[in-house]
């Protein structure tokens, strides 16, 4: 898992390329285009009582093949395999709270008060139940768990802010999805939208990263779990207001902040990359809604 050491990773059990356990996994995502995207609540409700019913099914005759077939449950590693149970039902828990608030872009004082509280609970509740309530550990926050910054990855957000630059002008401009977000003409309005984004981008990394893909890493190979969370994370931005043609742009966001985290190991890294990436957005949409403002800045 891209939050434990390789020590960690070196002991883990080995994850099969192919597995039943993608099942529940998979209905418990899909419960996210279902609550964000098509915005149908008790769909996203069946998906998620499905997906965790099925992982209970799974590890059950997992359970019992071994004690069958006189094979040890852990496949012969001499480490048992994690919960997918109790890991879905902690993503699940998250995608619940979340879809309990309007994702509607809103700078007012209620709408920042909703947020935070929603989001702040989707990260909150399920580190509190996995650290003491399953006491395991699932979810962590490895802030510098990579080590020292590269070059490439110092060059690498110098990319992503050339990256945003050119393409993020004209996603928001030529489709006219910048009128998802309030209009922004008041130094009032535009300080807590340069707050209110900077945060979402922080909150983003730490559920669908830390939380999603971090979980879903337990149990699956890297490519599979990236698709996973990305299911998820493009769901969520989907109703945030990234719509029309967005998720050209939004999937492979979601995938790369999947394998920056795998091959960084570290939180400060993927949240400097999203941070910088929406600095270019907060300058997009105050460009978009006061014309004349900005406009030596970008080409569209």
């Known amino acids: ?69 006189g094979l040890p449950a852990d496949g012969g590693s001499g480490i048992r395999r994690p919960s997918l149970l109790r890991d879905l039902s902690l993503i699940a828990v998250g995608l619940l709270i979340v879809s309990a608030i309007p994702l509607k872009a809103e700078l007012d004082n209620v709408a920042i008060l909703r947020f935070g509280l929603a989001l702040g609970g989707a990260v909150a509740v399920p580190y509190v139940l996995s650290r003491w309530v399953y006491r395991d550990r699932a979810i962590r926050f490895p802030w510098r768990g990579g080590g020292r910054w590269t070059r490439f990855q110092w060059a690498w957000l110098i990319a992503v802010l050339v990256l945003g630059w050119l393409i993020l002008p004209f996603y928001f401009i030529t489709s006219g999805v910048y009128l998802n977000w309030p209009v922004v003409d008041t130094p009032d309005l535009i300080a807590r939208l340069f707050v209110g984004v900077g945060a979402v981008g922080i909150w983003d990394e730490l559920f669908f990263i830390c939380t999603c893909f971090a979980l879903l890493r337990r149990h699956f190979p890297f490519w599979q779990a990236n698709v996973l969370q990305a299911v998820v994370f493009v769901s969520f931005l989907w109703e945030l207001g990234y719509q029309a043609w967005g998720p050209l742009l939004t999937i492979p966001f979601a995938l790369l902040m999947g394998y920056i985290f795998m091959r960084t190991r570290s939180l400060a890294y993927v949240v400097t990359v999203h941070l910088l990436f929406d600095a270019v957005v907060f300058l997009v949409l105050v460009h978009a809604h006061n014309p004349g403002v900005l406009d030596g800045l970008f080409f569209v």
């Open 1 to 69: 898992m891209p939050a434990q050491t390789d020590a960690d990773a070196a002991a883990a059990p080995a994850l099969p390329a192919w597995s039943w356990r993608l099942a529940p996994a998979l209905l418990v995502c899909l419960a996210a285009p279902a609550f964000f995207v098509v915005r149908v609540p008790w769909l996203g409700w069946v998906l998620l009582a499905a997906g965790l019913a099925t992982a209970l099914l799974t590890e059950r005759t997992d359970a019992a093949t071994p004690a069958r077939s």
